[in-house]
């Protein structure tokens, strides 16, 4: 039963988010028991709104269908590994 949920926003556009995507990428592989979405931002504004985020690339972390935690500062995947794996204990 998968508890945690992260959907990855961002814009086609961003350098940055081209980055994170690959890291994304990365994560998906390494934690197969999290569920990942992906979301261009400029086909759901209402979401940017609903979730309240202020910029991308942004990982934004569901537990049980509730949003527990937004990651805007990627830092390396690593890091994201440690993170994500943390929130789904």
Request: aromatic fraction near 12%; proline fraction near 6%.
């Amino acid at each position: 039963m998968i508890v945690v949920k992260v959907v990855y926003m961002y814009t086609p556009l961003c350098g940055t988010c081209q980055v994170a995507s690959r890291m994304v990428d990365v994560l998906e592989q390494l934690l197969p028991h999290i569920s990942f979405e992906r979301h261009d931002l400029n086909y759901v504004p209402e979401k940017a709104v609903q979730w309240q985020i202020e910029s991308v690339p942004c990982l934004l972390v569901f537990k049980r269908d509730e949003l527990v935690q937004k990651i805007y500062a990627f830092h390396s995947v690593p890091y994201l590994y440690e993170t994500l794996r943390e929130l789904a204990e």
